[in-house]
């Protein structure tokens, strides 16, 4: 599915659970050839002699049998799908709550108020303490822009009649979100001043500014999911202060299980490359059981990775460059120019498989769960001796008809953060860090309520559906309705006469007096029951 990119980062690789192949040929299906995916990096070039072949090895035709490896037994450690009672109804906020549970409202609460009271000492109202009511209520307006963007975040308490919002002025001024906006902080303090102390000295952690939300939302992310697939986000370069963003993700639904920030080289000890210690670090989940399949493209693929995956029982396919260690070299019978599409060379190194496939440009494949060849079949357009295009049937390799169909999925994640992301324009990273664990816990929470309901058979609500509600329990934890901010007199939409009132529910302001009844007038007229 296409979709829009996160704004921290891009999918590059992707996993699902095994399915069985049974080596079947198959009716001609029209598969894409593998795109390029992520050029940027550059790959593990190949040292003297490794990888290169005797010189009696050579690349296997299509004609020659390859020996198709044991399947993978999918054994997961625990029973896949979410956590919870099947049995019970969860609301969009419960579900929230397990990622932004109240220990995390808790740590930004205090850390807020410490550096809030530093900031503005001296002022003239000095700093009012944030409460857990108040962080909610930030939280509601932090969505809200989500489902409703304007170029300026002071647009949304304007009170022109070109704006006219009444909610966010009724859940908190303008003057106090900026107020905690400005002094948001994830750490103590005290903590980030030592840690600066140590900047330019191993013992420094340029993660301090998030490290404790960043756990706590890993560590419930990681207690309320078990169906396991494996992604990458990466961009093509570094974000502006030099983070990249790794997710650990499932394949069919796009749910996020586990996510790294990569600070650096220096947090890279093994020296086998980032790509090859970031792929294991990801899947140190302790439940993560046998039999998962790894689909990856070629920024991350080598030989090395895929054995060392095999000894853990995780068996991968992806797309490869030919400079990688391990890669084959100077083998006879390779893929002559301009080879007829559909051509197909093969050459088994132990339990790793290299596959080459001539399509509209040649196409190189690492697999360790493939045969070469299983009689698959692709349609594609060739144009004849006479000239004329016509349909014909081509062979096409099984690794690279399963790479896409578990790749062609992998910006899912990005496409349910993407409709109705949270992130704001800021100068400061931590703070992008924050907006992406808000959308990372929303869309958590609102795939985990798709599933809850298939199982129990319930109608699902539309992720707009779920964020507005959302938004709507976030602010009744904030404040009661007593106690709650006027948007001022705003013009009803039935009779336009000035009126303080308005419904929550819908968004709209209405009369509601002793000679006027618009609100039931307008919801029954919409056949809206109040």
């Known amino acids: 599915k296409k979709c829009t990119k996160s704004p921290l980062s891009k999918k590059v690789h992707h996993a699902s659970t095994p399915k069985k192949n049974t080596g079947s040929p198959k009716n001609g299906k029209a598969f894409s050839t593998p795109r390029r995916r992520n050029l940027s990096g550059k790959g593990e070039l190949t040292k003297q002699g490794e990888g290169e072949a005797d010189d009696g090895d050579r690349w296997h035709d299509i004609d020659e049998e390859d020996v198709e490896p044991p399947q993978p037994k999918f054994r997961p450690e625990r029973d896949v799908g979410p956590q919870l009672n099947r049995t ?81 002025a009724s859940i908190m001024p303008r ?61 093509n370069k570094p974000t502006k202060w030099g ?67 095999l000894q853990k029982s995780v068996f991968a396919c992806g797309t490869l460059r030919s400079n990688v260690a391990g890669y084959p070299k100077k083998i006879k019978n390779d893929i002559p120019d301009r080879a007829p599409r559909g051509t197909i060379r093969w050459i088994r190194k132990g339990k790793v498989l290299f596959v080459k496939w001539s399509d509209t440009r040649e196409v190189t494949m690492c697999t ?34 399963d790479y896409n169909k578990y790749m062609g999925g992998v910006d899912l994640s990005d496409a349910l953060i993407g409709y109705y992301n949270v992130l704001q324009k800021t100068t400061k990273w931590y703070k992008k860090f924050f907006y992406h664990f808000v959308d990372i816990a929303t869309v958590n929470a609102f795939i985990i309520h ?42 009803c939409v039935l009779c336009k006469m000035k009126s303080p009132i308005y419904c929550r529910t819908c968004l709209k302001t209405l009369c509601l007096t002793t000679t006027r009844n618009c609100f039931s007038e307008w919801h029954s007229s919409n056949g809206i029951c109040v």
């Open 88 to 168: 019970s109804n969860y609301t969009p906020l419960d579900l929230f709550q397990l990622f932004f549970s109240k220990k995390v409202i808790e740590t930004l609460v205090r850390n807020t108020n410490i550096y809030g009271k530093k900031k503005h000492q001296g002022d003239k109202k000095g700093w009012v303490p944030v409460t857990a009511a108040d962080m909610y209520s930030f939280l509601s307006l932090v969505l809200y822009m989500g489902i409703v963007p304007l170029k300026a975040m002071t647009d949304y308490w304007k009170g022109s009649e070109l704006f006219s919002l009444p909610f966010p």
């Open 368 to 401: 360790t769960l493939h045969k070469a060849y299983s009689n698959d079949m692709a349609k594609r357009n060739t144009k004849g001796a006479d000239g004329q295009w016509q349909v014909k049937q081509v062979p096409i390799p099984g690794c690279i008809k």
């Open 450 to 491: 798709k599933e809850m309901c298939k199982l129990q058979k319930q109608p699902e609500l539309k992720q707009k559906q779920f964020r507005e509600q959302l938004i709507l329990s976030l602010a009744d934890i904030g404040s009661s309705p007593n106690h709650r901010a006027t948007a001022g007199r705003r013009a």
């Open 243 to 309: 983070f990249k963003l790794f997710v650990l993700a499932d394949s069919e639904c796009g749910y996020t299980l586990n996510f790294y920030v990569y600070a650096g080289k220096e947090s890279e000890p093994s020296g086998k490359g980032s790509s090859y210690d970031t792929v294991m670090r990801l899947l140190k989940i302790p439940f993560l059981g046998k039999g998962y399949k790894l689909y990856v493209d070629n920024f991350y693929t080598s030989p090395r990775l895929f054995s060392d995956l």
């Open 175 to 235: 003057i106090r979100f900026t107020a905690i906006l400005g002094s948001l902080h994830m750490n103590d303090p005290a903590v980030e001043a030592a840690n600066d102390k140590k900047r330019g000295t191993s013992e420094y952690d340029r993660l301090c500014k998030i490290k404790p939300l960043y756990e706590q939302i890993l560590e419930r992310m990681v207690a309320t999911k078990g169906k396991i697939a494996l992604k990458q986000y990466i961009r």
